[in-house]
Each structure stands twice: as structure tokens, then as C-alpha cells.
């Protein structure tokens, strides 16, 4: 393996948990919830049937899953060992076929550069040591032409207190420690590194969690959780 871009203690978590991540119930409930959006997010601007799709970070498949269910073609990889089993396990069961493989971003990359018509890389980038060295292999992936789509949380005092305080301690959406706030990801950063890697950003949309009526929508304020569209040029 390459040097490795990794926080053993965040893969540690998600392994932890990865045996409930199908469970609508339990601690991947918002997970579960967005994924219709997101889903939708990427179809509309993709058109997910016959696309070939790697999903960094992919988990226990949900939006690898969501993906191949609509008709693309997906690798999903991750390095945590449980999230994967449990991800393989669940395509097996449901008769969906997806390619799942404990690989870092950076290494496929290597591999597969150029193979590509998408990169998703979902509620990640906020777990890893670098970043920017993660957008660069997405941008490695994906075709001239092709399309890239993040997700992540945004950093500022509401986003501490919505993304934080409130979904891991008042209303325990979340486990403690999920998310740590100098680890999240500004938009103006995340677009600053798509860039640099030789992306053009094209859209970022917002995704706001009303905690009364316990709806998720996509929206234009992307003060907390957010997605961001990017191609890299033909
Ligand atoms: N993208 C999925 C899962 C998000 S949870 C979804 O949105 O549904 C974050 C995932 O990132 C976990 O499965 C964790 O194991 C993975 N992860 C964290 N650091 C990683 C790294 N450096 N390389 C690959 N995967 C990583």
C-alpha cells in the first residue's frame, strides 16, 4: 500500500457499528434517509443506468447499492473490513451486483486511472487525514468528461451545533465522536481543492434536517450538510 491516507481510529469506528448499517433504526438512520436525495442528486445529473461508478468510502453499500439498483455499474471501496463484509453480504442478498474491495482511494487510483464515468465520495472526506490527496485521486478516477460528486459537513458555529451538539448529543441521531469539528469542510475549501486537482465545479446544493418534522431536504443553504457537483474537462 501506498502511504497511507488513514485514520485507523475512524476506521476502527465504522467498524465497530457496521453490523446495524442496514438497519433503518439504528445509528446510520440519517444515512438511510438522505440516500433517496442523494441518490436522486447523482441520477439526475449522471443518469445512473449503464454508468461505470466507483463510491469511495463506500461503507456498508447504501449508495453503492442505491447505485447499482438504478442501473450502473459500481465498484465500491473502502478500508474498513467490516463495513465491507456487511456491504457484500447485503448486494448477495438483495441480487445486486457490486464490486466491493478494501482498497484506499489513492491506491485504485493507481490502479484504474481513467476508468470512470463517475466518482461518488459521500460523507467522507471529513474522516481522512488528507483531503485534498483523496480529490485528487477521484479526479484520477474519473474520464475526461466524467463527474465527480462529494458530500461532507460544513464548518461554522451552526454547523457545530447542528451537525454536532444536536445530532450527537441532544437529539442522539448519532454515536459521540462521529464527527469532529475541525475536520469538517468548509464549501470554499472543498471547491479550493477540487480545483486544484483539475475539477470545475459546477453545483453545490445544500441538505438541511428539519428536527420537528424530521424531513430531509436538498436546498440552497448549505450551512451544515451539503453535496458538491464537479466534472473534470473532456
Ligand atoms: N459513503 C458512505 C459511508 C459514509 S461513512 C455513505 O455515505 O453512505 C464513512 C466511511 O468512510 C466509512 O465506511 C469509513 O470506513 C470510510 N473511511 C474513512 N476513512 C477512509 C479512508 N481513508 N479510506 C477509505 N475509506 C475510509
Known amino acids: 500500500m501506498s502511504q497511507a491516507n ?14 446495524r448499517w442496514w438497519d433503518p433504526n439504528s445509528e446510520f438512520r440519517p444515512l438511510h434517509e438522505i440516500n433517496p436525495l442523494r441518490l436522486n442528486y447523482i441520477d439526475e445529473r449522471l443518469s445512473l443506468p ?21 442501473g450502473a455499474e459500481v465498484t465500491g471501496i473502502d478500508l474498513g473490513e467490516a463495513p465491507l463484509a456487511v456491504a457484500r453480504l447485503h448486494a448477495e442478498q438483495s441480487g445486486v451486483e457490486v464490486e466491493y474491495r478494501q482498497i484506499s482511494a489513492e491506491d485504485i487510483a493507481a490502479e484504474r486511472a ?7 465520495c459521500l460523507e467522507m472526506l471529513e474522516h481522512v487525514p488528507d483531503p485534498s490527496s483523496v480529490i485528487r485521486a477521484c479526479f484520477t478516477l474519473v474520464k475526461p468528461g466524467g463527474q465527480v460528486f462529494f458530500s461532507t459537513i460544513n464548518r461554522n458555529p451552526k454547523a457545530f451545533l447542528f451537525a454536532i451538539v444536536g445530532a ?7 454515536p ?7 475536520k469538517l469542510i468548509r464549501p ?3 471547491a479550493g481543492w477540487a480545483r ?35 466534472v473534470r474537462h473532456a
Open 188 to 190: 470554499s475549501e472543498l
Open 50 to 70: 449503464g454508468k461505470k461508478v466507483i463510491d469511495i468510502g463506500c461503507g456498508g453499500g447504501l449508495l453503492s447499492e442505491g447505485m447499482a439498483r438504478r
Open 168 to 174: 450527537e448529543y441532544v437529539l442522539r441521531l448519532l
Open 114 to 120: 481513467g476508468q470512470y464515468d463517475a466518482v461518488t
Open 176 to 182: 459521540r465522536g462521529t464527527h469532529e469539528y475541525a
Open 6 to 19: 488513514v485514520d485507523s481510529a475512524e476506521i476502527a469506528k465504522f467498524n465497530a457499528l457496521a453490523e
Open 196 to 230: 486544484d486537482a483539475g475539477l470545475e465545479v459546477r453545483d453545490t446544493t445544500g441538505m438541511t434536517y428539519n428536527p420537528l418534522t424530521q424531513v430531509y431536504k436538498l436546498n440552497r443553504d448549505v450551512s451544515v450538510n451539503y453535496l458538491m457537483h464537479a
